[in-house]
């Protein structure tokens, strides 16, 4: 997948530009890390891309090697993109509804058909992800509130697994969980990536970012401000560019 030129402008700041001018690629069986510090653009660069903005933005997309215009979720969804976002009580679970409920809301017209829900189907392709993910819960009909927060972020990837991304944005995936559960959701991210899925990975710990990526694109207010192989990454020089020293 190729993203040129992305520009995002606030949607409360006339004038202000949060993401500037970007552009990165990131191929199949990648791990592409982005880096930076607070308010450097790095959400705002992927919530763009994925139709969720809500201010102006320009920029040109491509998927597969055709290009596509995606307004909304949906249309990024369709266009086989995926987005675990940071605020996964927010906007990456239904709190007060059940595990299988949550896990098949991103594809339900995919695994249960346009018009009625098949309450069999839908049972069958959440166990995969439940199991392959080790959730640990009583069963899929869990109330997803009730989980811990590793827990939790398991069911949120679960739920983007069964739309079968080709790209999966990861915006801070271990977040406030525990170190047991970090350590399966990063082995699940080595192995999506062995199996052929391109992954964006954003996160502010610099370990994650240098741990999990085969590179490293760096964005400082906005710009990106370098680009390093897994082999030139080095915590002082992502520290140096996030802060923009050359």
Same mark, same amino acid.
Do not use: C
């Given at each position: ?103 098949? /809301?991103?594809?339900? !017209? ?9 309450? *069999?189907? #839908?049972?069958?392709? +959440?166990? =995969? ?89 760096? /964005?400082?207010?906005? !710009? ?9 990454? *080095?915590? #002082?020089?992502?520290? +140096?560019? =996030?802060?923009?020293?050359?």
């Amino acid at each position: 997948a190729e993203f040129r030129n992305i520009t995002a402008n606030s949607p409360d700041v006339p004038g202000k530009k949060l993401v500037d001018d970007v552009s990165f690629h990131v191929r199949k069986g990648e791990v592409l890390g982005i880096a930076g510090l607070m308010g450097a653009g790095r959400t705002e660069l992927l919530m763009t891309i994925f139709g969720a903005w809500r201010g102006n933005w320009t920029g040109a997309i491509e998927i597969g090697g055709k290009p596509v215009r995606l307004s909304s979720p949906a249309d990024a969804i369709r266009n086989g993109l995926g987005f675990v976002t940071e605020d996964r009580k927010r906007f990456g679970l239904v709190l007060e509804h059940t595990i299988i409920d949550n896990m098949t /809301l991103a594809a339900l !017209k995919r695994i249960s058909g346009a018009f009625v829900t098949n309450r *069999t189907r #839908e049972t069958a392709a +959440a166990s =995969a992800p439940m199991s392959s993910l080790r959730v640990k819960a009583g069963s899929l009909t869990t109330v997803a509130g009730t989980l811990s927060g590793g827990n939790q972020q398991k069911v949120v990837l679960g739920k983007w697994l069964l739309t079968e991304p080709t790209v999966l944005f990861l915006d801070e995936p271990t977040r406030g969980i525990d170190v047991g559960a970090k350590q399966e959701i990063y082995a699940e991210i080595n192995k999506l990536a062995q199996q052929g899925l391109a992954i964006v990975l954003v996160s502010s710990e610099l370990p994650e970012v240098l741990g999990l990526s085969d590179r490293v694109i760096v /964005l400082h207010e906005g !710009k990106a401000a370098g680009e390093f192989t897994r082999e030139e990454a *080095t915590p #002082e020089k992502l520290m +140096a560019a =996030a802060t923009g020293h050359k």
